[in-house]
């Protein structure tokens, strides 16, 4: 098993999951791409993913109900919510659920790799 943390990225924007999965690799990270929530939760990642950084809007199942389901199933995966529309009462619930940060797309790249390092500690802390 690696020792190097397992970022998992969720969104339905193809050159969205691109971008982010080369920043996070670029940062020395490992990660794990998934189009939907439906895919993550199926794939024999969640119990390695110690951080998740997942689009609030997606078709099917939003980031929000991704976020409820893994509460309900006891999952303490530390999450990051991205989005391109400025919804504050989805921010306020993403928050309050206990997200790690909510940023807005564009977000820059420092921003994004500091909350990545955020939900880290906060991955340790669970454990």
Do not use: W
Not at 63 to 80: D, H, M, N, V, Y
Not at 98 to 122: H, I, T
Request: net charge negative; charged share 20%; proline share 4%.
């Amino acid at each position: 098993m690696s020792t190097i943390p397992l970022i998992a990225v969720v969104d339905d924007d193809e050159a969205v999951r691109q971008a982010v999965d080369g920043l996070i690799r670029s940062a020395g990270y490992r990660t794990a791409v998934f189009a939907s929530g439906e895919d993550f939760l199926h794939s024999n990642h969640r119990p390695n993913t110690a951080c998740l950084i997942v689009d609030v809007r997606m078709p099917r199942m939003s980031g929000l109900e991704l976020q409820r389901r893994l509460t309900t199933a006891k999952c303490r995966i530390p999450l990051i919510f991205i989005t391109a529309h400025g919804d504050e009462d989805a921010r306020a619930q993403a928050l309050s659920a206990g997200a790690v940060d909510f940023l807005y797309k564009p977000f820059n790249d420092e921003v994004l790799l500091s909350a990545v390092q955020a939900a880290l500690l906060a991955s340790q802390a669970g454990k």
